[in-house]
Structures are given as structure tokens and as C-alpha cells.
């Protein structure tokens, strides 16, 4: 696997990491995450058959997933700046090995569901503390190709995962493929011990308990419970609507947990982060680039097939034929575009990519929607290309313009809009079609002559977000320039 000539040179200079074996063990990590939740969301209705369930009672098997999911990302990039991040990823790769055994020895969806939660308290340090390891273990000229390989295991994943998932669970039940994560899992640990970051180099005290000392736990939580409840919030809304009190009394905890949260930061002595990275207006853009770019991409993801299923009568099969260009785009591309963001700085990688999104999302909603499956292949293809491009060198900007001392928590709330904005693209972009669908009138583009008007609405929308992360990205450092630099 090659992570270009200046990131192999790390794993031969004395003293240093083996660049080599950490990239190795975190592109490993991350694909397992990834696999791990894209062949639970195909075995769904396997197990809702095994245990009897019903569809809202096994739908907790990946929204209890989601939630902790959300929660833990921000925290552990905070432990990732206080205590050794080797140690903290080693024991999230056995806390996720742990909750794979549950699940693949439970015997009822409540235990089922425990062990998915215990996963997710794993799984959530290992995109975290792996974009971190990356920022604190290589220096900003050779990132962009590591952070390029991070994202094409997330590709790669989301690909083979449905594949996997299904294959297995025919042929020997899908109980094997927990077990399948509990062994990558726990053969990851001894490696992560070896080559990852360890305590951070600044004036705090390396120990586990002057972490926790450090650690700010009511802002911590209030950050993680705002996350949570606003996932839970959109979650609801999609499947009892947004008018429900579930859903708006959600969003409304999720509300004052923010204010709480940022109250905390501004009068405590050692916030959980620094009021100063929200003055960071570099990557305050990042971060909203990256929510409104996950949310058109994978709000796509889950409109595509819907398309393809009720328009033009596709089978599963064929479905997975139609978005596999797209997502091997996406795994082979975004390590070349990573190492063109080193040479060449990410800005113009990053408005391209997201001009390209948005004319392939206005071409599925101008075309597409309703036509030949090649033309939605066609226009997911365009979505892969314009994601590749932007993606890592997006990435590669946010690792650039934070400190040392905040590069943990900072990629920790990049990733955890990264996450939710897809969270939110899912639940908007179904209920806007769902509206739209209801509605019954023609399509709001003049464009369009199809007769699927309410997924051309929906491609809409979703070219409307694209055109707000262009808009965000002016906000985006010019060139190569780092804080490391200017200080």
C-alpha cells in the first residue's frame, strides 16, 4: 500500500514511527468500523426474523448504535489531548471487540441491542483518535495522503460491507460476522500499542487520573448530549415526524445543552476545549464543509436506491452495480487527492470537488431522477469523484489549521459534524421526499420533465446544501499555510 514517498520516509527516520504500520493499523481499524455498520444495516431484517421483532423495536440495533456513536467521538478526541492515545485506542479496539461477543451471543434483541452500544463505545475511538494519530504523528507537508488512505477505507467499506454482509449471513448466519469484528479487532491491539502516539508532549501530567483531573467532564457531556440528542431529534423526526414531541422536544435539549456547553467553556478554569477554536474561523469553515458535504453524500446513498427501486424496478443487485462506480471513486481517488492537497494546499481541491457535487446532484435531479439507471450511475459516479476530491483534502485543511494542543478535541467535533451531517442528511432528504411525494404537484425544477418529481425535488435540495458548503468554503486558508507555521 502506497502513502506516497514523504509519509513512507517517516517509517525510516530514527526515533520516529513506523508511518508504514500506523497507517496500516488505522486504515485497518476504520474499515472494520465501517464494515461493521454497513453489513448490520443489510442483516436488519434477518434479525428482526430471529427474535420476532418488529421494525421500530430492531431498529434500535443501529439507532442505539448511532447515538453512542455520536456521543463518544468528541470525548475520546478530548482524552486523545490529555492521556496517551495509544493506550485510550487500544482499549476502544477492546471495548468494541467486547461488544462484538455480545452480539454474537445474545440471545434476545435487548442483549443484542446492549452489545451494539457497547460496540459503539468502542468504535467511536477509532475515527477520532485515528485522525488525530495522523495530525500528531506526521508533520502538515505529509498528511494529506494518510488522511487520503483514512478516507478511502471509509469508501472501500461502505462498498464491500453490503456485499460481505449479505454473502455471509446466507451461507452461515449473520451472528459469524461479529465474530469476525472480535477477532480484527483484538489482532489490531498489539500493533496499536506499538506504533500510535503516546502521551502528548505539553505540560500536563501523562497519567490517567490527571487526565481526568484535566478533563472537564460537565462540559464534555454537555457537548456529547447535544450531539446525542440532536441525532436522536432528526432520528424521530423521519420516522414519526418532525412535528412530534420526540423529535422537537429533542431538538430542544439538544438546544439548551449547547448553551450550557458554551457558558462552560467561556467560566471554566480548563474548558473541555478552548473558546479560542471557535474563534478559529479556518476551521469553523472545515467543519461546516464537511457536515454539508456528508449530508449530500450520504443522503444520496439512501435516496439512490429508492430511486431505483420504485422508478425503475431495480433489484438489490442492481442497485449495489449503480452506486459501486461511485464508491470505488471514492476508495481510489482520495488518497491522490490527499497527496495533491500537501503539494498544492486543499482550498481548490475542496471547491472543485464541491462544485462537482453539485452538478452531479443537479444532473440526478434534472435528468436522472426517473430515467435510465446509466444516467443515475452516470450522476453517482460525478457524487464519488467530487466527494474524493474534497473529502481528504478537507480533512487535511482541518488537521492544518489547529494547534497541537487542540488537534484532539478539534478533529473530534470535525468528525462529529462530519457524522451528523450525514445523520441529517438521511432523516431531511427521506422526509422532504416524503413530502414531496404526498404532495402529488409537479417538480419545483423547470428543468425537469420526468414523471419522478419528488426524487427531483429531492436531488434539489441536496444541490441547494452543495451550493452552501461552496459557499462556506471561501472561508477555507489559503494555500499550505499552518497554525504550526505562524507560530
Known sequence: MSVGEGALS???????????????????AILISVLNQTFVNVVVPDIQDAYGATQGQVGWVITGYLLVFAVGIPLYGRIADLYSLRRTFAVGLTVFAAGSLACALATNLPLLVAGRILQAVGASAIPALGFASVAK???????????????SS???????????GGAAAGLTGWQVLFYATLVFSLVLVPPALKVLPGAPETGTPPGLLAAIHH????????LALSAGLALFGVTEGQVAGFGSPASWGS??????????????????DEPFVSPRLFGNRAFLATAGVGFFMMFCNIASLVLVP???????????GSIGLVLAPGALAVAFLSPVAGRLSDRFGPRLLVRSGLAVIGLSTFFVGTFAAGGSAMLVALGILGQGLGFAAANS???????NVLSPAESGVGLGIYQLLFFIGGGFGTAIGATFLAFRDEAGTGSLNPLYVGEAAAYSDAFMLLTFAAGIALL?????????KTIREEE
Open 472 to 480: 462556506i468554503s471561501l472561508g477555507l486558508p489559503d494555500g499550505k
Open 154 to 164: 471509509v469508501g472501500i467499506g461502505a462498498a464491500v460491507g453490503p456485499v460481505v
Open 10 to 28: 517517516q517509517g525510516e527516520r530514527p526515533g520516529r514511527v513506523n508511518t508504514r504500520l500506523l497507517l496500516a493499523v488505522v486504515v485497518t
Open 215 to 222: 478533563f472537564d467532564v460537565p462540559g464534555g457531556l454537555a
Open 306 to 316: 429508492l430511486l431505483l427501486s420504485s422508478a425503475n424496478g431495480l433489484s438489490s
Open 137 to 151: 504523528a506526521l508533520p502538515p507537508g505529509e498528511r494529506g495522503t494518510a488522511l487520503g488512505l483514512l478516507s
Open 251 to 268: 431538538f430542544l435539549l439538544s438546544i439548551v445543552a449547547a448553551a450550557f456547553f458554551v457558558r462552560r467553556i467561556a467560566v471554566a
Open 393 to 399: 483534502p478537507n480533512a487535511n485543511a482541518a488537521t
